[in-house]
C-alpha cells in the first residue's frame, strides 16, 4: 500500500480519461456488435468512440470519430468493417488532448500483422516508461499512456506473441483493463489489481468480452464471468485460453464505480450496482435522518441511492427533479445573457411537488460541489421551506489515478472544507455525508475496495509522481 501524506502527491495538469472497451472473437458481425455494446457504454465515454476490426484475411480496418457513438458512425461504416473480429473504445477526457488522435483502440503494424489495443484505466509509471522508450529512440503519435503498451510488446526481444503481450503487461504499474489483437488473436487483461471492471460474455460460438456487463445484455449475450484482477487470456475464434497470470497484488477494485460510474443495471465486482446503491442509501438513512416531506434524487446517478433513502427512511420517494437528456457533458454556455445555465440547461424542479414543502435531495457524489449549489438555488426558487442535502458517498479529499476523471485537490470541495463549511456554502438546512465505515460495511461481501478519493490511500504505487515526473500522458 503506498500510504504518503496525501499532500506529497501534486496535483498535474493530467489528462484524465474515462473509458469503455468491448471485443468481440468469433462472429460475422464483430463489428456491429462491437457498435452496440459500446452504445451500452457510451456513459464510460462520450467524447470519441473507435473501433477496429479483423478480416479474414488478418487485414485490419479501423474507424474513429469525436462524438457520441451515434455520431461517430453510420451504416456504410460499419460494413465497411468486415472480419470475426473487432475492438471498441469509447472515451472521455476533460483536459487538453480532446483530439481524434488520442481516440483509441490505438492500431499500428508489427512483425506479427495488425496490432490494435483499446485501454480503460491509468498507468502510473507511463511517463517513466515513456521516457525510457524514447531515449531509446521511440516515437509516440499519441499523449496517451496506452500508446507505451503497444510500445513495449513491439519492442520486446521475447519470441512468440504471447511472451512478447505478457513481457509487456510485466512492466505496467497502475489500472489496466484491456483488450488487443495482434492479427486475429485477442489478448485480454486487468491489472493484478483488478481497479476497472471487465467482463467475459459468450454469443454462440462467439466470444465477447465488455467493461460492463449491460453491453452484453444488449445483444443478448450470456455472462459467463468477470475477467480476474492479474489475469490474461487469449481468445481465437471464439475459443478462450487462459495464459500466464500477472505477478499477484492484493485485488482493490474501484468503489466509486458501485457508487456513481457504472451502469445500475450492471453487475460488478459480483455486486448488482443497483442494489449497492439502494444499499448506500438505506444506510445513509439511517446515518442522516431528518424529518420532511419527501426524497427525491439527481436523476439518473443518484436514482438508485434516493430509493434506498426512501426504503430506509420511510419517506415518500418523489420525480421532483427533471433530468434534460439531450445536454452533453461538454455543453457550451451561452454566457451573454449573465445567467448561469449550467444547472438550469440539465436539470428543472416539479414545483408542485417542492413548493412549501421540506424535502430531502440525494445525490450519489459531491465533486466540486457547483451543481448542487446551483441545484439548492432552484430549488429555492421552486418554494422549498426546507432543504436536507443527502450524499451517499463519504467527502471526496483525493484525486483518482487510476482511471476517474476529477478535478484537481483544489477544486475538489471535500478536500478543503468541512462538512459544516459545505452546507453552509449550498445554502441547505442540513447536509449528511454516508459515512466511509456505513459504505463500507453495505458491500462488505463485495470488497476489499480501492478507497482512495475518499481516504488518500493508494493501493498502486504513483510511480510517475514519485520519481517527480511532470506527466504529460493521458489516462484511457
Ligand atoms: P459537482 O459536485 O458539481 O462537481 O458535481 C457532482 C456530480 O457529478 C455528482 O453528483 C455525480 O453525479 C457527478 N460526478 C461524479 N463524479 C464524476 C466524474 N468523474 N465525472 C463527471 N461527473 C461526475
Redesign the pocket.
Given at each position: 500500500m503506498t500510504r504518503l501524506p496525501i499532500a506529497q502527491y501534486p496535483d498535474d495538469d493530467k489528462p484524465r480519461d474515462?473509458c469503455g472497451i468491448f471485443a468481440v472473437s468469433g462472429s460475422r458481425a464483430a463489428a456491429e456488435l462491437t457498435f452496440l455494446g459500446l452504445y451500452a457504454l457510451q456513459h464510460r465515454g462520450q467524447e470519441s468512440a473507435g473501433i477496429v476490426a479483423i478480416d479474414d484475411e488478418g487485414e485490419a480496418r479501423a474507424h474513429k470519430g469525436m462524438g457520441q457513438v451515434n455520431e461517430a458512425f453510420d451504416d456504410a461504416t460499419i460494413r465497411r468493417l468486415t472480419g470475426t473480429v473487432a475492438l471498441g473504445h469509447v472515451r472521455y477526457s476533460t483536459q487538453g488532448s480532446s483530439s481524434l488522435r488520442n481516440a483509441q483502440p490505438v492500431l499500428v503494424n508489427y512483425r506479427h500483422g495488425p496490432m490494435a489495443l483499446a485501454h480503460n484505466g491509468t498507468l502510473t509509471n507511463a511517463v517513466e516508461i515513456g521516457e525510457r522508450l524514447s531515449d531509446e529512440g521511440a516515437i509516440f503519435q499519441t499523449d496517451s499512456d496506452s500508446e507505451v503498451v503497444i510500445h513495449l510488446i513491439a519492442r520486446s526481444r521475447r519470441d512468440s506473441p504471447d511472451q512478447q503481450v505478457d513481457d509487456a503487461l510485466s512492466q505496467l504499474v497502475g489500472a489496466f483493463s484491456l483488450v488487443l489483437c495482434v492479427g486475429r488473436t485477442i489478448y485480454v487483461a486487468r491489472d493484478p489489481r483488478g481497479f476497472r471492471p471487465l467482463v467475459l460474455g459468450r454469443l454462440g460460438d462467439a466470444a465477447i468480452v465488455a467493461s460492463e456487463t449491460c453491453a452484453l445484455d444488449i445483444i443478448g449475450a450470456e455472462y459467463v464471468r468477470d475477467v480476474g484482477p492479474g489475469e490474461v487470456l487469449r481468445i481465437d475464434d471464439g475459443v478462450v485460453t487462459r495464459l500466464r497470470p500477472l505477478e499477484p497484488a492484493t485485488p482493490s477494485p474501484c468503489l466509486f464505480e458501485l457508487v456513481?460510474f457504472a451502469r445500475p443495471d450492471s453487475r460488478i465486482w459480483g455486486c448488482s450496482v443497483d442494489r449497492a446503491r439502494r444499499a448506500f442509501g438505506r444506510q445513509l438513512a439511517l446515518e442522516h435522518p431528518v424529518e420532511a416531506d419527501c426524497v427525491f434524487s439527481?436523476p439518473d446517478?443518484?436514482n438508485s441511492a434516493a430509493l434506498g433513502y426512501a426504503e430506509g427512511s420511510g419517506l415518500p420517494f418523489e420525480l421532483a427533479l427533471i433530468r434534460n437528456h439531450y445536454v452533453g457533458?461538454t455543453f457550451i454556455h451561452p454566457t451573454q445573457t449573465g445567467r448561469d445555465f449550467r444547472v438550469r440547461v440539465k436539470y428543472n424542479p416539479v414545483a408542485e411537488l417542492i413548493d412549501g414543502k421540506r424535502v430531502i435531495v440525494v445525490?450519489?457524489?459531491?465533486?466540486?460541489?457547483?451543481?448542487?449549489r446551483g441545484l439548492v438555488a432552484l430549488l429555492r426558487e421552486s418554494g422549498a421551506r426546507e432543504i436536507h442535502f443527502r450524499v451517499a458517498s463519504p467527502p471526496i479529499i483525493s484525486p483518482c489515478y487510476y482511471g476517474?476523471?476529477?478535478p484537481t485537490r483544489q477544486e475538489l470541495?471535500g478536500a478543503n472544507h468541512s462538512v459544516e463549511e459545505i452546507g453552509r456554502h449550498l445554502g441547505v438546512e442540513s447536509l449528511g455525508y454516508l459515512s466511509l465505515e456505513g459504505m463500507l460495511s453495505a458491500v462488505e461481501e463485495f470488497g476489499p475496495f480501492c478507497d482512495a478519493c475518499w481516504t488518500g490511500n493508494y493501493p498502486a504505487p504513483l510511480v510517475d509522481f514519485e520519481h517527480g515526473f511532470a506527466s504529460a500522458t493521458a489516462g484511457s
Open positions: 474515462e456513481y439527481v446517478s443518484s457533458r445525490d450519489d457524489s459531491l465533486v466540486r460541489g457547483t451543481t448542487s476517474i476523471d476529477m470541495i
